[in-house]
């Protein structure tokens, strides 16, 4: 019996997502959800800590998160692969989770409706990806939770313009000025806490 | 070009708190045992009242039943005394 059980266990580790979708769907065997848990769970609890900046808090968003994909999973329909899924799930989960607590919150950060298409181009990534991790993670938490899951969608996930969109059920062009702010945003608040100090090492 | 936010994610992916993963599990092993329920308990449950009330059987119970008097069989009787003999 523990032979044929730890057989399934190795096996089901070299199995693909949908693979382990359809023969959880089809068994309801908890080691194949297990398997599925131990690929995304770090990934959904880092996010959670990222945009929630408390690690209680994260710890049953990632645990609520899961059970919500477990719910939903005979709803997956490989339209995107099964990590974007599992993200968008959990981007959406922290941003409801953040509205829900702070009624007035801001999500996204302000309409800077005077930014030319000139700063558009000024803004490199460098901005964020070049930035000392501490000190990246004192300004990430400073940033509207919109902000953060659309930086990490575009820097982490390595997501496109659309799929972000998808995500948060907005146009390309909207995502592609958001990222925009996130960025001056975050120049913003690093040159309040540092000054004028070089952004990377 | 360095991602200092991916090294980020990397670093906070490590601080997963290990109990999360049974707390899971029991989520999913109590599910499992209510959607088995659901799927065994409430059809026969049903059945039961729609008889009480003077119905038929369920036409999802049907071909449970039929599959169940087939399983039941008893092969070493001959199908039916009506077929004709081989010899």
């Known amino acids: 019996m523990t032979t044929v059980a730890t057989r399934k266990t190795s096996t089901s580790a070299a199995l693909s997502d949908s693979q382990l ?58 339209q995107s692969s099964f990590s974007t899924w599992v993200y968008s ?21 302000e ?3 005077r930014i030319s298409k000139e700063t558009e181009v000024d803004i490199p990534d460098s901005v964020i990806l070049e930035m000392e991790t501490n ?16 930086l990490n969608m575009k820097y982490i996930d390595d997501m496109s313009i659309k799929e972000i969109g998808d995500v948060l059920d907005k146009t390309e ?15 913003g608040i690093y040159e309040e806490m540092y000054g004028t100090e070089p952004i990377s090492n | 070009m360095n991602n200092s936010l ?9 601080m997963l708190p290990p109990e999360l993963e049974d707390r899971i ?15 065994v308990f409430v059809p026969n449950a049903l059945q039961v009242v729609v008889q009480m009330v003077g119905g038929d059987e369920l036409p999802c119970l049907k071909k449970a039943n039929r599959r169940q008097a087939r399983a039941n069989m008893d092969w070493r009787k001959p199908p039916s005394p009506t077929l004709p003999d081989p010899a």
């Open chain 1, 21 to 78: 979708i359809a023969l959880y769907l089809r068994d309801q065997d908890a080691r194949y959800f297990s398997q599925l848990y131990r690929r995304y769970a770090g990934k959904v609890f880092a996010k959670c800590i990222s945009m929630l900046a408390d690690h209680g808090m994260a710890r049953d968003a990632t645990q609520d998160v899961f059970i919500k994909i477990l719910l939903n999973l005979s709803k997956f329909t490989e």
């Open chain 2, 25 to 39: 599990s029991q989520h999913v092993g109590t599910l499992s045992f209510f959607s088995n329920v659901v799927e």
């Open chain 1, 173 to 187: 062009s909207a995502i592609k000025m958001q990222i925009m702010r996130a960025k001056i945003k975050a120049q």
């Open chain 1, 111 to 113: 309409d800077v409706g």
């Open chain 2, 6 to 14: 991916k090294k980020l994610q990397e670093e906070r992916e490590a």
């Open chain 1, 89 to 109: 799930i959990t981007y959406n989960y922290c941003i409801d989770l953040i509205r829900k607590k702070k009624k007035n919150i801001l999500i996204f950060s």
């Open chain 1, 135 to 150: 000190r990246l993670e004192k300004v990430m938490e400073k940033l509207p939770v919109g902000d953060k899951a659309i």
